[in-house]
Each structure stands twice: as C-alpha cells, then as structure tokens.
Nanobody
C-alpha cells in the first residue's frame, strides 16, 4: 500500500516562500510520475507541477518561473519549492503518484495573505 504524506504548508505573506515535502512509503523511483496538485476554495483540483521517471518536468503556466518541483530518491521525497507567492496560490496542496493507478496524499494547506 502506497502512502504519501505532505508537509510544509502554512501561512505566508505575499512575495514569500515555502517548501512543501511529500514523503512516500517505499521507493519513489518506481513511480511513472510524481506531481503536485492544488485545490482552492470553491474551485476544482488542478495540476501544478509534475516530474516523470525520466525527469521530464511540467509546470502550469500560473506557477512557471516561481515554483520548482524536485525529488530526492535517497529520501523517497518529492518537493515543491514555491517562491514569489501570491494570494491566488492559496489552496490545499496534494501530492500525487502514479504506478498502475493514482495515489494521493491528504494535503497540506497553504495560505498566502498579509
């Protein structure tokens, strides 16, 4: 059974930074892709950033140049470095992994507000 546990969320002022972590049970190198999604209040969940087994990376246009997805296979952890945060980045952020099916974490709340 795959478990994904997110951490690192919190309250940050506009322009600030946060780094989210997603710790997986077992080796993350087995997954075809790892991703971060987010869901803002009253909105649908959306893909923010994705990294594949071959290290192909995708960013949504709304975060390109501000967010960076990375992984540490030795720690079985995926990261999302978020810089220049905006109020519209406020959402619950979910870690996601795909291996024959999708696995989801329970999410971590990021609030960007002054």
């Amino acid at each position: 059974q795959v478990q994904l546990v997110e951490s690192g969320g919190g309250l940050v002022q506009p322009g600030g930074s946060l780094r989210l972590s997603c710790a997986a049970s077992g080796s993350i190198s087995r997954f075809d892709q790892l991703a971060w999604h987010r869901q803002a209040p009253g909105k649908e969940r959306e893909l923010v950033a994705q990294i594949t087994r071959s290290d192909t990376i995708y960013y949504d246009t709304s975060v390109k140049g501000r967010f960076t997805i990375s992984r540490d296979n030795a720690k079985d952890t995926v990261y999302l470095q978020m810089n220049s945060l905006k109020p519209e980045d406020t959402a619950v952020y979910y870690c996601n992994a795909f291996l024959y099916r999708y696995y989801w974490g329970k999410g971590t709340l990021v609030t960007v507000s002054s």
